[in-house]
């Protein structure tokens, strides 16, 4: 005859499965594409975090309202994951903006390699990361770096572009719509103050305990 647990040592041990679920779990950040913007594709952050949860996404953080969610997951595929999160979305709210996903590994290395890192005078409001989807062909990154946009510098490193605005962002020169037809890849943009405290909120949900 099978020996049963009693009801309480079942419940004293879900604390501790629970737990190595958790340790099971990768944290990943998530950068929703044009997400209330305008007055358009409006989403409330705590209905994002409910729809995340309600996808198996754990423990999800938003910060601002541009669709910036940092979460643990047991899915291993990025684009399993993003077309996951983006069916969701679709569902719940009517539209399907492109979710951008990167780990917090790659997030420390886009802020490694900035460009600009040892120059004078840079002001982060005024450095923008585009995440991009993919990584562009060869052609495309060429075609995009060729593009006339002074006082604005663009540069591009394999699926991150790094736009300085040393005027501000409020009438670039650049055209983001002009540049992301050339890429042939989707992207969404985070100022450098925005990509710091996403790392920041990661590496909390990183940590034990």
Known sequence: MRRRLPLSA?????????DMLERDMAVVISLLRGVNVGGHHMIKMDALRTLYESL????????????NVVFKTQERDLVRLSKKIEDGIERTFGFRPAV??????????????????????????RLLVTFLAGVPSPEARDKAL???????????DGREFYIYFPSGMARPKVSWVSIEKMLQTPGTGRNWNTVTKLLEIAEKLEAPG
């Open 10 to 18: 079942l419940a004293s041990r879900l604390p501790a499965h629970r």
């Open 56 to 67: 198996g996404l754990r423990g999800a953080q938003t910060y601002l309202q541009s669709g």
């Open 100 to 125: 951008i996903v990167r780990t917090p590994s790659e997030l420390r290395s886009v802020i490694a390699r900035n460009p600009f890192a040892k120059r004078r005078g840079i002001e982060p409001n």
């Open 146 to 156: 060729n593009l006339k946009t002074d006082p604005e510098e663009l540069r591009l």
